[in-house]
């Protein structure tokens, strides 16, 4: 029923491994984003893309990248993992401000 | 700096109380507001908007005061089921912009 992906839900992932989150969605959304979550902390914005070809960096620093190469895929790339990248991660997309969130990733880095 | 200010808790209500949350933002050229919640462990989802005075879903009232630059959601006949973490959200008023700002939360636990 969910109309927003992201894979894999899980992910327990040694120290400087490359890691790819991924986050797709089926309603053709423009509006991408990715938060990042801490147990019982708040969300905090760390990409975003208002279409294809465009991104930018959110308000929290982050070592990661994304890319949007096309209107339903955003997925976030990690080049070296290490273990404060562990954390959750939410894929959001939208219209206007009405968002829809991902389940998110639960990234542990080891 | 935009920020969102959220009443701390936790709140633990019995079954059926009434029950408050507010909310205090800082960018007073925010035009919408909305609720949203937070499940343990889950995703957040859009609860309600608010764009003018207020706006109410059956047990859930939201109402806006931009005079003091306040949000409040009241939840009546309180559930088992409305245990979660409630988030106040603020977009950017930037040309252009669909960012959201998300308050801290407050968590809600509704005891048998």
């Known amino acids: 029923e969910a109309d927003i992906y992201q894979t894999p839900r899980y992910l327990v992932i040694g120290t400087g491994k490359k890691i790819t989150l991924e986050c797709s969605q089926t309603?053709?959304?423009?509006?991408m984003y990715w938060y990042q979550q801490d147990p019982g902390m708040e969300l905090h914005l760390i990409h975003y893309?208002?279409?294809?070809?465009?991104?930018e960096k959110g308000d929290l620093s982050s070592e990661s990248t994304v890319s949007r190469i096309r209107t339903e895929h955003f997925p976030l790339t990690l080049e070296s993992a290490r273990p404060s990248h562990t954390s959750q991660y939410l894929c959001?997309?939208?219209?206007?401000?009405?968002?829809?969130f991902g389940s998110g990733t639960r990234l542990t880095v080891v | 700096r935009k920020e969102v200010e959220q009443d701390p808790g936790p709140f633990n209500v019995p079954e059926g109380a009434t029950v408050a949350f507010n909310c205090t933002y800082s960018?007073?050229?925010?035009?919408?507001f909305f609720w949203y919640r937070q499940d343990c462990r889950k995703e957040p989802k859009l609860l309600m908007s608010?764009?003018?005075s207020g706006n109410e879903d059956g047990r859930f009232t939201a109402q806006l005061n931009r005079a003091s630059q306040y949000i409040s959601l009241l939840i009546r006949d309180s559930k088992l089921s409305d245990s979660a973490t409630y988030l106040c959200?603020?977009?950017?008023?930037?040309?252009?912009?669909?960012?959201?700002?998300f308050g801290k939360g407050t968590k809600l636990s509704v005891i048998p």
């Open positions: 960018n007073s050229a925010s035009q919408s």
């Open positions: 309603m053709g959304h423009d509006k």
């Open positions: 608010v764009y003018s």
């Open positions: 959200v603020v977009p950017d008023s930037g040309a252009g912009s669909y960012q959201l700002t």
């Open positions: 959001a997309s939208g219209q206007g401000y009405g968002y829809t």
């Open positions: 893309s208002y279409g294809v070809n465009s991104t």
